[in-house]
């Protein structure tokens, strides 16, 4: 069984651009989540989904957006970078909440 | 969510048991303990978790004491491949994967 893919594994963009990360979760599961790993930081929750509709999301600007497709893929847009955006961007799925949780191997995304 | 507190770093001799502690003393009754790890630029994995009991699964064992102010995750063969960040968590919800909120954990080195 497959298990979460992240795309593109390492993503450098400038200062201002636009970002797009991608996720396909497990087969059958509904729910994706967003957690960003700065560099020698835990990992901070940044958006839910499930079932296509953004169930919550963290502390994190408006810049940092996405969405969810109709087979439970994910994308994670980071408009307007910054210098502080670069980090390892983690996509987890699980069948639904309160459930084990399956973590991807991350978009490495550095912004110069 | 409770806070947790953990060694920064441990050494352990491969072959032999490690044991790595945890202390959350405001835990909450209905919260439970996590244990994720993440091995060097990879997505965090889960290992196990409890509520009141001991558990026991492939990866490891995890002991919570009596009061469940402290745990302690047991890798009974540690091997070189185990070599990884230790994050304890606790979490309402039954650990609701976008209510885990992880700290910086406890750097686990297994030495040959």
């Known amino acids: 069984e497959a298990g979460v893919t992240q795309s593109p594994t390492h993503l450098i963009k400038t200062r201002g651009q636009q970002a797009t990360l991608r996720c396909s979760p497990i087969s059958g599961h509904t729910s994706v989540y967003w957690y960003q790993q700065a560099l020698g930081l835990g990992l901070q929750f940044l958006l839910w989904y499930d079932e296509g509709e953004e169930r919550n999301r963290g502390n994190f600007p408006p810049r940092f957006s996405g969405r969810q497709f109709p087979n439970y893929s994910s994308e994670l847009n980071v408009n307007a970078l910054e210098l502080e955006d670069s980090a390892l961007y983690l996509c987890a799925s699980s069948l639904v909440e309160n459930t084990e949780a399956f973590f991807g191997q991350g978009t490495r995304l550095t912004v110069v | 969510d409770a806070k947790t507190t953990q060694p920064p770093s441990m050494d352990c001799a491969e072959g032999r048991a490690a044991n790595l502690p945890c202390n959350h003393s405001t835990i909450s009754g209905n919260e439970y303990v996590y244990w994720y790890r993440q091995i060097h630029s990879q997505g965090p994995q889960y290992i196990i978790h409890?509520?009141?009991n001991n558990e026991t699964n492939e990866m490891a064992s995890l002991i919570i004491t009596e009061d469940r102010k402290s745990s302690t995750l047991i890798l009974p063969h540690a091997t070189l491949r185990d070599t990884a960040v230790y994050y304890c968590i606790v979490s309402h919800n039954g650990g609701a994967t976008n209510k885990l909120i992880f700290g910086t954990g406890t750097l686990l080195a297994v030495q040959p």
């Open positions: 409890g509520l009141k």
